[in-house]
């Protein structure tokens, strides 16, 4: 598990610019499972609402028990957990159901699993910031 804060992309963006206070940014901390077998973020249905997200599309995913389901798929989603964020997309998921971090979240926040501890941290071979691969010539 792991503490994650969540807010609207559009409105940390409108804070900047000063066209709404700060105040007004739609965001929610939380607690959220650390999935290593799961690709992307997803989050319970009711924070849509919370965080004022709109649909973009459906996609495919298939559960842990094998089941193929169609669910919705949202963006604009700033997301930050210890002290590293990126903007993001996020499948939504029934009400009541506990946020997962995927694989997205964790390569490009350049974050860890400690298979012991069961913790994710940041990788200690570049603790300042995330360090990502870019295999371009």
Not at 100 to 111: C, M
């Amino acid at each position: 598990m792991a503490t994650i804060k969540l807010s609207n992309a559009v409105d940390e963006g409108n804070a900047v610019e000063g066209l709404i206070p700060a105040e007004a940014v739609r965001k929610v901390e939380l607690e959220a499972i650390v999935d290593t077998g799961a690709t992307m973020l997803a989050i319970p249905e009711e924070l849509v609402g919370v965080l004022g997200l709109r649909e973009n599309d459906r996609r495919k995913v298939k559960m842990a028990d094998g089941r193929v389901r169609e669910v919705a798929r949202v963006g604009g989603i700033r997301f930050e957990v210890l002290g590293r964020d990126m903007t993001c997309d996020a499948l939504f998921m029934p009400a009541g159901t506990t946020p997962l971090i995927g694989q997205l979240q964790l390569e490009a926040l350049d974050l860890i699993v400690d298979s012991k501890s069961r913790d994710v941290m940041v990788n200690p071979a570049s603790p300042d910031m995330p360090m990502l691969d870019l295999l371009a010539c």
